[in-house]
Protein backbone atom coordinates (compact mmCIF):
# COMPACT_ATOMS: atom_id res chain seq x y z
CA UNK A 1 0.00 0.00 0.00
CA UNK A 2 1.41 3.38 -0.51
CA UNK A 3 0.47 6.76 1.09
CA UNK A 4 1.74 4.59 5.03
CA UNK A 5 -1.50 2.26 4.38
CA UNK A 6 -3.60 5.09 3.93
CA UNK A 7 -5.98 4.57 0.63
CA UNK A 8 -5.14 6.08 -2.92
CA UNK A 9 -7.80 8.59 -4.13
CA UNK A 10 -8.71 8.92 -7.64
CA UNK A 11 -10.90 10.12 -9.77
CA UNK A 12 -12.54 8.94 -12.82
CA UNK A 13 -14.73 10.70 -15.87
CA UNK A 14 -18.12 9.14 -17.33
CA UNK A 15 -17.38 11.91 -20.52
CA UNK A 16 -19.70 11.28 -23.28
CA UNK A 17 -20.45 12.75 -26.69
CA UNK A 18 -23.65 11.85 -28.28
CA UNK A 19 -23.80 7.94 -28.01
CA UNK A 20 -19.91 7.71 -27.29
CA UNK A 21 -17.94 7.10 -23.84
CA UNK A 22 -14.62 7.95 -23.71
CA UNK A 23 -12.22 5.20 -22.65
CA UNK A 24 -8.52 4.37 -22.55
CA UNK A 25 -6.57 1.57 -22.43
CA UNK A 26 -3.71 1.37 -19.41
CA UNK A 27 -0.57 0.11 -21.06
CA UNK A 28 1.82 -1.10 -18.20
CA UNK A 29 0.89 -2.90 -14.54
CA UNK A 30 -1.14 -5.38 -13.46
CA UNK A 31 -4.36 -3.79 -15.45
CA UNK A 32 -2.50 -3.43 -18.95
CA UNK A 33 -4.49 -3.79 -21.33
CA UNK A 34 -7.70 -2.96 -19.44
CA UNK A 35 -9.96 -0.18 -20.75
CA UNK A 36 -11.31 2.17 -18.09
CA UNK A 37 -12.83 5.59 -17.80
CA UNK A 38 -10.03 8.63 -17.86
CA UNK A 39 -8.68 9.73 -15.09
CA UNK A 40 -6.48 9.31 -11.96
CA UNK A 41 -4.14 10.29 -8.84
CA UNK A 42 -5.81 12.92 -6.59
CA UNK A 43 -2.94 15.27 -6.29
CA UNK A 44 -1.87 17.32 -3.00
CA UNK A 45 -3.71 20.49 -2.91
CA UNK A 46 -5.97 19.66 -5.37
CA UNK A 47 -9.85 19.44 -5.18
CA UNK A 48 -11.93 16.11 -6.67
CA UNK A 49 -12.96 18.56 -9.54
CA UNK A 50 -9.82 20.32 -10.24
CA UNK A 51 -8.29 16.87 -10.47
CA UNK A 52 -10.78 15.43 -12.85
CA UNK A 53 -9.73 18.62 -15.53
CA UNK A 54 -5.92 17.80 -14.94
CA UNK A 55 -6.35 13.81 -15.48
CA UNK A 56 -8.12 13.90 -18.45
CA UNK A 57 -6.12 16.87 -19.92
CA UNK A 58 -2.92 15.19 -19.45
CA UNK A 59 -4.15 11.53 -20.35
CA UNK A 60 -6.62 12.50 -23.10
CA UNK A 61 -5.67 16.28 -23.95
CA UNK A 62 -9.44 17.40 -23.64
CA UNK A 63 -10.66 20.20 -22.00
CA UNK A 64 -13.57 19.42 -19.85
CA UNK A 65 -15.79 20.84 -16.90
CA UNK A 66 -16.13 18.45 -14.19
CA UNK A 67 -19.91 17.72 -13.37
CA UNK A 68 -21.99 16.22 -10.60
CA UNK A 69 -20.36 13.23 -8.54
CA UNK A 70 -21.78 9.85 -9.53
CA UNK A 71 -20.90 7.63 -7.46
CA UNK A 72 -17.95 5.70 -5.96
CA UNK A 73 -16.22 2.31 -5.68
CA UNK A 74 -13.28 0.91 -3.16
CA UNK A 75 -11.06 -1.83 -4.56
CA UNK A 76 -8.89 -3.57 -1.45
CA UNK A 77 -6.74 -6.21 -1.75
CA UNK A 78 -3.29 -7.29 0.12
CA UNK A 79 -1.39 -4.49 -1.50
CA UNK A 80 -3.94 -2.13 -2.57
CA UNK A 81 -6.42 0.10 -1.06
CA UNK A 82 -8.13 2.34 -3.64
CA UNK A 83 -11.37 4.33 -3.71
CA UNK A 84 -12.46 5.94 -6.74
CA UNK A 85 -14.57 8.65 -7.47
CA UNK A 86 -16.86 8.96 -10.49
CA UNK A 87 -18.02 12.39 -12.14
CA UNK A 88 -19.60 13.32 -14.87
CA UNK A 89 -17.68 15.77 -16.72
CA UNK A 90 -18.75 18.07 -20.09
CA UNK A 91 -16.56 18.00 -23.20
CA UNK A 92 -15.22 21.65 -24.19
CA UNK A 93 -13.99 20.42 -27.55
CA UNK A 94 -10.19 19.92 -28.84
CA UNK A 95 -7.42 21.72 -27.01
CA UNK A 96 -5.72 25.13 -28.29
CA UNK A 97 -2.16 23.60 -27.65
CA UNK A 98 -0.88 20.15 -27.37
CA UNK A 99 -1.35 17.98 -23.90
CA UNK A 100 1.86 18.04 -21.49
CA UNK A 101 2.01 13.99 -22.59
CA UNK A 102 0.64 10.56 -22.47
CA UNK A 103 0.53 8.42 -18.85
CA UNK A 104 -0.08 5.37 -18.46
CA UNK A 105 -2.78 5.42 -21.67
CA UNK A 106 -1.76 4.02 -24.81
CA UNK A 107 -4.62 4.55 -26.44
CA UNK A 108 -7.82 6.56 -26.31
CA UNK A 109 -11.25 5.90 -28.31
CA UNK A 110 -14.45 7.25 -28.02
CA UNK A 111 -16.21 4.16 -27.58
CA UNK A 112 -20.33 3.55 -28.95
CA UNK A 113 -22.00 3.17 -25.75
CA UNK A 114 -23.61 -0.11 -26.73
CA UNK A 115 -19.90 -2.00 -27.41
CA UNK A 116 -18.45 -0.78 -24.19
CA UNK A 117 -18.88 -4.00 -23.28
CA UNK A 118 -17.11 -6.00 -26.03
CA UNK A 119 -13.76 -4.59 -24.28
CA UNK A 120 -11.41 -5.93 -21.90
CA UNK A 121 -12.81 -3.67 -18.86
CA UNK A 122 -11.28 -3.09 -15.41
CA UNK A 123 -13.01 -5.09 -12.93
CA UNK A 124 -16.24 -3.76 -11.75
CA UNK A 125 -16.71 -1.20 -14.12
CA UNK A 126 -19.21 -2.46 -16.48
CA UNK A 127 -21.24 -3.04 -13.02
CA UNK A 128 -20.93 0.31 -12.39
CA UNK A 129 -21.41 1.45 -15.80
CA UNK A 130 -24.62 -0.16 -15.59
CA UNK A 131 -25.93 0.77 -12.25
CA UNK A 132 -24.85 4.50 -13.13
CA UNK A 133 -27.41 4.20 -16.56
CA UNK A 134 -24.45 5.15 -19.00
CA UNK A 135 -24.76 1.70 -20.45
CA UNK A 136 -27.35 -0.98 -20.60
CA UNK A 137 -27.98 -2.52 -17.66
CA UNK A 138 -25.42 -5.58 -16.93
CA UNK A 139 -27.07 -8.47 -16.38
Known amino acids: ?3 AGRPDLEVSAVCRRD ?3 LLVRVGHGPAGGEWRLPGGTVHRGETLAESVV ?3 WEQCGLTVLCGPFMGWREHLDADVHRVRMYFEAVDMGAPDVD ?3 PDAAVETEWVDSHTVLDRRLESGLA ?3 GDAGVIDAVV
Do not use: V
Request: charged share 20%; glycine share 14%; hydrophobic share 40%.
Open 1 to 3: MTG
Open 19 to 21: EQL
Open 99 to 101: PPG
Open 54 to 56: ARL
Open 127 to 129: EFL
